[in-house]
């Protein structure tokens, strides 16, 4: 309700507006139209995350003054301090990086922003750039409607600039015309109560039009048509500081606690920085006159000096808060304790993670593996073994015979309570992810997909052993006693081979030792096999057990079968490159048959 009075207590004003002053119209159109070219901006870079963007990442963000550099680098090509924000939330709540690489990028990225102001101070106030905005609209817009991905993204760069470029020209030439029919310094307010009044005012343009750089280039574009004094100016930029850490804020409201922490820090951050530029703002204003007198920005170049201020007192603020990162994270992570949720609830699943498709992809592998973990569990009970056990060092032949009880579980409840509602939440979540996916990324989260179908199976399967597995386990016949206990050691091997390879993460090649589990398992299903015809020809078992290990040793292998496979999808650890690289190598079905075949 509240943000419907905020939108049109706004639209009302707009209207106002355009009623009374044709020149309002002209900067609110410049305005919108430069937000416009944002948005189309950030849709282009969107476009080249598929694998590369999650790569730079986990090798740039391993270290605080890494993290710095990636939020400096890449806001200052995104020109998107917003972009940066959103992207790091997203790989934050995916789980992809820590808080205190997040926080890192944050700070950078606020540097980062100040070499929007530099371009537009020292290029969009001093060449008509409308001029280059035409023909990067027409090749862009021509390029969007191409079906190739890179090609599209390319178009909506081309077509973000043309229109960013146009925006600056309206807005530059509204204020132009503004000083014929009024002048707004007849509003300026000098020393700390003008500081405290337009700070407020860029926090509160910032707010609402949820862009840093749109408030600066307003900010810019006034100053070089004398609308507003150079002090003015300074404290409007320390205010479209504070006000754009709302982007964050929103952003946080989609993701999990640690995006939240994030917004949080982001906000701490701009908040100090903001105190020591109001503090300090005179002096970091005689700093500004001496560098820029340095490096040959004249004494009435106010743009290029608002620019180099934007610059500087964002370095003081990182240099304060550098330091203190591990310390800020560290509180914040004690301050805003994880939520324990409930297994069969998602912890990465979330609208944050969906932003990009790498992690949307990262969130579905990381909570794929939760219902594996759920399921886990429910094939050792219903193996008659301990989770403790089947992930030590032990000999499980020497478990089973030591402990050869049976373990009671109920697999329709232990379903319904860990991985009916975890499985549905994960189908559900791909089934909206898969917008602004590359053909490989879909075909990925379709085998994440895959690999949840095959947990759900491996269970089944398990249900349906079980009957038969706890009454022979305790039979007085020592064969049929010795063949299913075969089961749960082949099983519990299996499963204990899974999770070292699960573990085994330096190298996305490891899912290739599943090929040794896939010989395994098919030669023990040879065996099983010959075992019973020797057992009910010599009369060691009656035909009902024969009948029982029969179906048994079936569903036996449909549970290995059904592991394996998960495996295959789930454990692959590098990009999707070399994923796929690595199954094309893996052995099929009939090649581990003729393998077998030609042993014999």
Same mark, same amino acid.
């Given at each position: 309700m509240f943000r419907k009075i905020i939108l049109f207590t706004m639209l009302a004003i707009l209207a106002w507006g355009f009623w009374i002053s044709p020149n309002f119209k002209e900067i609110a159109a410049g305005v919108a139209i430069f937000l416009f070219g944002m948005l189309a901006l950030e849709e282009g870079f969107k476009s080249f995350t598929g694998g590369v963007l999650e790569q730079i990442l986990r090798k740039t963000t391993d270290g605080p003054w890494k993290s710095l550099t990636f939020g400096v680098v890449s806001t200052s090509v995104m020109q998107s301090s917003s972009l940066v924000s959103v992207i790091?939330?997203?790989? &934050?709540?995916?789980?992809?990086?820590?808080l205190a690489a997040g926080i890192g990028i944050i700070f950078?990225?606020?540097?980062?922003?100040?070499?929007?102001?530099?371009?537009?101070?020292? &290029?969009?106030?001093? =060449?008509?750039?409308?001029?280059?905005?035409?023909?990067? &609209?027409?090749?862009?817009?021509?390029?969007?409607?191409?079906? #190739?991905?890179?090609?599209?993204?390319?178009?909506?760069? $081309?077509?973000?600039?043309?229109?960013?470029?146009?925006?600056? *020209?309206?807005?530059?030439?509204?204020?132009?015309?503004?000083?014929d029919t009024i002048d707004l310094t007849a509003f300026a307010v000098?020393?700390?109560?003008?500081?405290?009044?337009?700070?407020?005012?860029?926090?509160?343009?910032?707010?609402?039009?949820?862009?840093?750089?749109?408030? $600066? =280039?307003? /900010?810019?574009?006034?100053?070089?048509?004398?609308?507003?004094?150079?002090?003015?100016?300074?404290? &409007?930029?320390?205010?479209?500081?504070?006000? +754009?850490?709302?982007?964050?804020?929103?952003?946080?409201?989609?993701?999990?606690?640690?995006?939240?922490?994030?917004?949080?820090? *982001? $906000?701490?951050?701009n908040m100090v920085t903001a105190f020591?530029?109001?503090?300090?703002?005179?002096?970091?204003?005689?700093?500004?006159?001496?560098?820029?007198?340095?490096?040959?920005? #004249?004494?009435?170049?106010?743009?290029?000096?608002?620019?180099?201020?934007?610059?500087?007192?964002?370095?003081?603020? /990182? /240099?304060?808060?550098?330091?203190?990162?591990?310390?800020?994270?560290?509180?914040? +992570?004690?301050?805003?304790?994880?939520?324990?949720?409930?297994?069969?609830?998602?912890?990465?699943?979330?609208?944050?993670?969906?932003?990009?498709?790498?992690?949307?992809?990262?969130?579905?592998?990381?909570?794929?593996?939760r219902l594996y973990d759920n399921a886990f569990a429910i094939l050792a009970h219903g193996l008659s073994l301990h989770r403790e056990d089947i992930l030590s060092d032990k000999n499980l032949e020497d478990v089973v015979r030591q402990d050869n009880k049976v373990m009671p579980i109920d697999f329709?409840?232990?379903?319904?309570? #860990?991985?009916?509602?975890?499985?549905?939440?994960?189908?559900?979540?791909?089934?909206?992810?898969?917008?602004?996916?590359?053909?490989?990324?879909?075909?990925?989260?379709?085998r994440l997909r895959a690999a949840g179908r095959d947990i759900v199976e491996a269970i089944k399967d398990t249900k349906h052993m079980n009957k038969n597995l706890s009454q022979y386990i305790l039979s007085p016949n020592? *064969?049929?006693?010795?063949?299913?206990?075969?089961?749960? /050691?082949?099983?519990?091997?299996?499963?204990?081979?899974?999770?070292?390879?699960?573990?085994?993460?330096?190298?996305?090649?490891?899912? $290739?030792?599943?090929?040794?589990?896939?010989?395994?398992?098919?030669?023990?299903?040879?065996?099983?096999?010959?075992?019973?015809?020797r057992l009910i020809r010599d009369k060691k078992i009656t035909a009902i057990m024969a009948t029982s290990m029969m179906n048994d040793a079936n569903y036996a292998y449909g549970v290995a079968k059904n592991l394996i496979q998960m495996g295959e999808s789930l454990f692959a650890s590098g990009n999707l490159d070399m994923n796929e690289a690595v199954r094309s190598v893996a052995l099929s079905d009939d090649e581990v048959a003729e393998i077998l075949e030609d042993n014999k």
């Amino acid at each position: 309700m509240f943000r419907k009075i905020i939108l049109f207590t706004m639209l009302a004003i707009l209207a106002w507006g355009f009623w009374i002053s044709p020149n309002f119209k002209e900067i609110a159109a410049g305005v919108a139209i430069f937000l416009f070219g944002m948005l189309a901006l950030e849709e282009g870079f969107k476009s080249f995350t598929g694998g590369v963007l999650e790569q730079i990442l986990r090798k740039t963000t391993d270290g605080p003054w890494k993290s710095l550099t990636f939020g400096v680098v890449s806001t200052s090509v995104m020109q998107s301090s917003s972009l940066v924000s959103v992207i790091t939330i997203s790989f &934050l709540s995916a789980g992809l990086i820590g808080l205190a690489a997040g926080i890192g990028i944050i700070f950078g990225a606020n540097l980062g922003t100040t070499t929007g102001a530099w371009l537009i101070a020292g &290029l969009g106030m001093k =060449v008509k750039i409308s001029a280059y905005a035409m023909p990067m &609209l027409v090749f862009g817009i021509i390029l969007i409607f191409q079906k #190739s991905r890179t090609m599209n993204g390319i178009g909506y760069i $081309l077509a973000g600039l043309g229109f960013l470029f146009l925006g600056i *020209h309206h807005m530059k030439e509204g204020f132009e015309a503004f000083r014929d029919t009024i002048d707004l310094t007849a509003f300026a307010v000098s020393g700390y109560a003008g500081i405290m009044l337009f700070t407020l005012i860029g926090v509160a343009a910032t707010v609402i039009m949820q862009s840093s750089h749109a408030t $600066l =280039v307003i /900010i810019i574009t006034a100053l070089a048509a004398q609308q507003i004094t150079y002090e003015n100016a300074l404290a &409007l930029a320390i205010g479209a500081n504070i006000g +754009t850490t709302i982007t964050a804020i929103i952003g946080s409201l989609s993701a999990n606690v640690q995006g939240k922490r994030l917004a949080v820090a *982001h $906000l701490i951050f701009n908040m100090v920085t903001a105190f020591i530029a109001i503090v300090f703002i005179y002096q970091i204003a005689d700093l500004v006159d001496s560098f820029s007198a340095w490096v040959g920005i #004249s004494a009435g170049d106010y743009t290029l000096k608002l620019a180099v201020f934007h610059t500087i007192f964002n370095t003081i603020g /990182i /240099i304060a808060m550098m330091p203190f990162i591990e310390k800020l994270a560290n509180s914040l +992570t004690q301050a805003m304790p994880e939520t324990v949720q409930p297994r069969e609830k998602p912890i990465y699943l979330n609208e944050a993670a969906e932003e990009l498709p790498d992690t949307a992809i990262e969130a579905v592998r990381k909570e794929t593996l939760r219902l594996y973990d759920n399921a886990f569990a429910i094939l050792a009970h219903g193996l008659s073994l301990h989770r403790e056990d089947i992930l030590s060092d032990k000999n499980l032949e020497d478990v089973v015979r030591q402990d050869n009880k049976v373990m009671p579980i109920d697999f329709d409840d232990e379903y319904e309570k #860990s991985i009916k509602g975890l499985y549905s939440d994960i189908v559900k979540f791909i089934s909206s992810a898969q917008s602004n996916m590359t053909p490989e990324q879909s075909d990925e989260l379709f085998r994440l997909r895959a690999a949840g179908r095959d947990i759900v199976e491996a269970i089944k399967d398990t249900k349906h052993m079980n009957k038969n597995l706890s009454q022979y386990i305790l039979s007085p016949n020592c *064969h049929i006693r010795a063949e299913y206990n075969k089961f749960r /050691i082949q099983l519990g091997n299996l499963m204990r081979e899974l999770d070292n390879i699960r573990n085994d993460d330096e190298d996305a090649s490891n899912i $290739l030792s599943l090929d040794n589990l896939k010989l395994d398992m098919k030669a023990n299903d040879v065996t099983v096999n010959g075992e019973m015809e020797r057992l009910i020809r010599d009369k060691k078992i009656t035909a009902i057990m024969a009948t029982s290990m029969m179906n048994d040793a079936n569903y036996a292998y449909g549970v290995a079968k059904n592991l394996i496979q998960m495996g295959e999808s789930l454990f692959a650890s590098g990009n999707l490159d070399m994923n796929e690289a690595v199954r094309s190598v893996a052995l099929s079905d009939d090649e581990v048959a003729e393998i077998l075949e030609d042993n014999k």
